[in-house]
């Protein structure tokens, strides 16, 4: 049973937005940045994160998509600061996607995921994305943006620490950094939004960050 923890209130990255932790055996065994970078495995994120399971504030994924369907009309909200989406052996659940989505109508929510592209995983994205739930794949550095936008999907990617604001991959598809990172003192995910808009024409670039952003670059250049 998926266990999901809510929060209210600002964050430095965030702003003032209502967002999700799910426990991490949400996260796929495949995602290459398990044990080799992940921000949320060190520091205060994964103070909250590793003990989703046991919060007595956590709820099952019923009681999450209620707290969701409660959210204001129009409200933009963060599924999972930390987690993945609810899976069966890295195969999404689509029963449990299509509730959330259900549940979001009318909101703003968005969300990533490491999981794998399998045909499977790519119709319950497509399908969530078409609904009015913003589901981005992550990629895992410039090697791949090309792949992955090759779906028509949202699609961010991990990038090496110093990367330029903005590039291009072999194919010409633009890649921009997140503004909240390009530009801390004025953005925040509350009052940007690009990784809600499922429609965009480029990816967004996250540079390595947290406690191992030196293992987190090394996905990035693809060793």
Same mark, same amino acid.
């Given at each position: 049973?998926?266990?999901?923890?809510?929060?209210?209130?600002t964050?430095?990255?965030?702003?003032?937005?209502?967002?999700?932790?799910?426990?991490?055996?949400?996260?796929?065994?495949?995602c /290459?940045? #398990?044990?080799?970078?992940?921000?949320?495995?060190?520091?205060p994120?994964?103070?909250?994160?590793?003990?989703?399971?046991?919060? $007595? $504030?956590?709820?099952?994924?019923?009681?999450?998509?209620? *707290?969701?369907?409660?959210?204001? $009309?129009?409200t933009?909200?963060?599924h999972?600061?930390?987690?993945?989406?609810?899976?069966?052996?890295?195969?999404? @659940?689509?029963?449990?996607? +299509?509730?959330?989505? +259900?549940?979001?109508?009318? $909101?703003?929510?968005?969300?990533?995921?490491?999981?794998?592209?399998?045909?499977?995983?790519?119709?319950?994205?497509?399908?969530?994305?078409?609904?009015?739930? =913003?589901?981005?794949?992550?990629?895992?550095?410039?090697?791949?943006?090309?792949?992955? #936008?090759?779906?028509?999907?949202?699609?961010?990617?991990?990038? /090496?620490? @110093?990367?330029?604001?903005?590039?291009?991959?072999?194919k010409?598809? &633009?890649?921009?950094?997140? /503004?909240?990172? =390009?530009? /801390?003192?004025?953005? =925040?995910?509350?009052?940007?939004?690009?990784c809600?808009?499922?429609?965009?024409?480029?990816?967004?670039?996250?540079?390595?960050?947290?406690?191992? *952003? &030196? *293992?987190?670059?090394?996905?990035?250049?693809?060793?």
């Amino acid at each position: 049973m998926t266990q999901v923890l809510t929060a209210d209130g600002t964050t430095s990255k965030l702003g003032n937005m209502f967002r999700s932790y799910t426990e991490p055996k949400s996260c796929p065994t495949t995602c /290459p940045l #398990m044990g080799k970078g992940c921000y949320a495995e060190l520091g205060p994120t994964n103070w909250v994160w590793r003990k989703v399971a046991t919060n $007595k $504030k956590s709820t099952d994924w019923q009681g999450f998509c209620k *707290k969701v369907q409660r959210l204001p $009309k129009g409200t933009m909200w963060r599924h999972n600061v930390a987690g993945d989406l609810p899976n069966n052996g890295g195969t999404i @659940d689509n029963i449990a996607v +299509k509730a959330l989505v +259900k549940a979001n109508t009318g $909101k703003n929510g968005f969300t990533y995921t490491h999981h794998a592209l399998t045909d499977e995983n790519l119709t319950t994205v497509r399908r969530a994305n078409y609904d009015g739930f =913003t589901i981005n794949l992550s990629a895992n550095g410039m090697h791949q943006v090309d792949q992955y #936008m090759d779906t028509d999907l949202p699609v961010v990617t991990v990038l /090496p620490i @110093d990367s330029p604001k903005v590039q291009y991959t072999a194919k010409g598809r &633009k890649v921009v950094v997140c /503004p909240a990172v =390009t530009r /801390p003192d004025k953005v =925040t995910c509350s009052t940007c939004g690009i990784c809600a808009d499922n429609n965009r024409s480029y990816a967004i670039g996250f540079p390595a960050h947290g406690v191992s *952003k &030196k *293992k987190a670059q090394l996905v990035a250049f693809g060793s």
